[in-house]
C-alpha cells in the first residue's frame, strides 16, 4: 500500500503477478480496497509485464487502519 502524496491516506497499491499481465484487458475497478474501487492504474515503467499500480482517489483510506 501506498501513500504517494504523503497525506496519510492510501492512495495506491502496487500488484504483482505470478505471469505477465496484457494490459489492455486490466479492469482497474475490480480492484477494491476498505471498500472503495481503484480508479485507474499505471504500467510502471513496462508495458504488459507482471507488475501493475492501481490508484485510489479518495482520501478515506488512513495508512494507520
Not at 501506498?2 to 494490459?23: H, K, P, Q, R
Amino acid at each position: 500500500l501506498l501513500d504517494l502524496d504523503g497525506d496519510g491516506a492510501i492512495d495506491a497499491a502496487d500488484l504483482v503477478f505470478s505471469e505477465d499481465i496484457d494490459d489492455s484487458t486490466f479492469n482497474a475497478g475490480q480492484w477494491t480496497f476498505s471498500g472503495n474501487a481503484a480508479t485507474s492504474y499505471s504500467t510502471l515503467s513496462t508495458a504488459d509485464d507482471d507488475t501493475v499500480r492501481i490508484i485510489y482517489d479518495t482520501d478515506n483510506m488512513d495508512v494507520d487502519k
